[in-house]
């Protein structure tokens, strides 16, 4: 008998949840419609298990930021458009990128007083 014992790929598990959910969703649900409306949550879902893994955090939460962008403007949600809205992503692009930077910065400063230490 094989003594190693795998552990379950939180992330993998979560894919296979979510396309459950958008097979059962789509089953009962009228396709065209919904795929017209919510399409930009699928976004969201390819971005949600990468928050589960340190190496592919980051890359989830820019699909995750994108995907609820789109989909605000989709819904017209707060009246914002293609047009009126895109000022908005920019700011959460610029946000993204100096708190990866900060957090970056505080990372490599806490290895560093681990091995000194």
Avoid at 22 to 39: P, Y
Avoid at 49 to 67: E, H, K
Avoid at 87 to 111: H, N, Q, T, W, Y
């Amino acid at each position: 008998m094989n003594d190693t014992v795998r552990k379950i790929d939180a992330s993998t598990v979560t894919t296979g949840l979510i396309l459950i959910v958008a097979g059962t969703v789509l089953l009962v649900a009228d396709f065209h419609d919904l795929v017209r409306v919510w399409w930009p949550m699928i976004l969201v879902a390819i971005g949600a298990p990468r928050l589960f893994r340190r190496d592919t955090l980051w890359s989830g939460l820019w699909l995750i930021a994108i995907g609820a962008w789109f989909q605000t403007v989709r819904l017209h949600l707060f009246d914002l458009t293609f047009r009126n809205s895109w000022p908005l992503l920019l700011i959460v692009f610029g946000a993204g990128i100096a708190l990866r930077a900060v957090f970056d910065a505080m990372s490599s400063e806490a290895k560093e007083e681990r091995n000194g230490s």
